[in-house]
């Protein structure tokens, strides 16, 4: 958890509401055709936001396509059957070595308009999909740039905390879902981010899938 998200969103949404943020949303030549995903998964390429310049945020953010399954700088030998870290534990992101020195200088926004998580039996699962009250929102992540042998790797995970009241029906994780007014305070670095890390008890709504079951 999680390991499927949707996101369907438009370079004008991105725009509008960080204008809102007065954070500038830049990119290096024209705004980019972003294609709707409905079931972005592991290992796939998927959008992030992260700083142009860690230390000041002035400088605007950037919205670039990461794999989906962090590998930490230090990863040398090659990726295939090695890391499968699509998460990050909220619990133990700050220590972890695979996550820690992401964590204090490489924070990102992941946004996203949906989530799925499955319940019932193997073999006849029913995925749900969860959203909140606003059109999209941002998960908090972190992204990392690894020198593999099998070439240069961007990657990001979405880190996860314990599940609220309301996931709590359906699995025992959530994403961590960051409100608006705290994303600034994620993406900069100087900002001790263990104060965002608690659980998060944010109103979610759910509508079932009924007859997929996850790989």
């Given at each position: 958890?999680?390991?499927?998200?949707?996101?369907?969103?438009?370079?004008?949404?991105?725009?509008?509401?960080f204008s809102q943020?007065?954070?500038p949303l830049r990119?290096?030549?024209?705004?980019?055709?972003?294609?709707?995903?409905?079931?972005?998964?592991?290992?796939?390429?998927?959008?992030?936001?992260?700083?142009?310049?860690?230390?000041?945020?002035?400088?605007?953010?950037?919205?670039?396509?990461?794999?989906?399954?962090?590998?930490?700088?230090?990863?040398?030998?090659?990726?295939?059957?090695?890391?499968?870290?699509?998460?990050?534990?909220?619990?133990?992101?700050?220590?972890?070595?695979?996550?820690?020195?992401?964590?204090?200088?490489?924070?990102?926004?992941?946004?996203?308009?949906?989530?799925?998580?499955?319940?019932?039996?193997?073999?006849?699962?029913?995925?749900?999909?969860?959203?909140?009250?606003?059109?999209?929102?941002?998960?908090?992540?972190?992204?990392?740039?690894?020198?593999?042998?099998?070439?240069?790797?961007?990657?990001?995970?979405?880190?996860?905390?314990?599940?609220?009241?309301?996931?709590?029906?359906?699995?025992?994780?959530?994403?961590?879902?960051?409100?608006?007014?705290?994303?600034?305070?994620?993406?900069?670095?100087?900002?001790?981010?263990r104060d965002l890390?608690?659980?998060?008890?944010?109103?979610?709504?759910?509508?079932?899938?009924?007859?997929?079951?996850?790989?």
């Open positions: 958890m999680c390991n499927r998200f949707r996101n369907r969103l438009g370079w004008t949404d991105y725009a509008e509401d943020l007065k954070i990119f290096p030549t024209a705004a980019p055709n972003l294609e709707p995903r409905d079931d972005i998964r592991p290992t796939n390429l998927a959008s992030i936001i992260k700083p142009i310049d860690p230390a000041d945020l002035s400088a605007g953010v950037g919205l670039h396509p990461y794999r989906w399954d962090l590998v930490p700088h230090f990863w040398k030998k090659p990726i295939r059957g090695k890391f499968l870290a699509t998460n990050a534990r909220a619990e133990t992101v700050a220590t972890i070595p695979a996550f820690r020195d992401a964590f204090k200088k490489r924070r990102c926004l992941v946004p996203a308009d949906g989530f799925y998580e499955w319940t019932g039996p193997k073999g006849a699962k029913t995925k749900w999909l969860f959203t909140v009250d606003e059109p999209w929102f941002c998960f908090g992540g972190l992204w990392d740039h690894a020198e593999t042998a099998d070439g240069p790797v961007d990657s990001f995970t979405i880190v996860t905390t314990a599940a609220g009241t309301f996931a709590q029906k359906y699995h025992d994780r959530q994403p961590l879902i960051l409100d608006r007014d705290r994303w600034v305070d994620w993406l900069d670095v100087s900002h001790d981010a890390l608690g659980v998060s008890e944010r109103a979610l709504r759910v509508a079932a899938a009924v007859g997929e079951r996850p790989d």
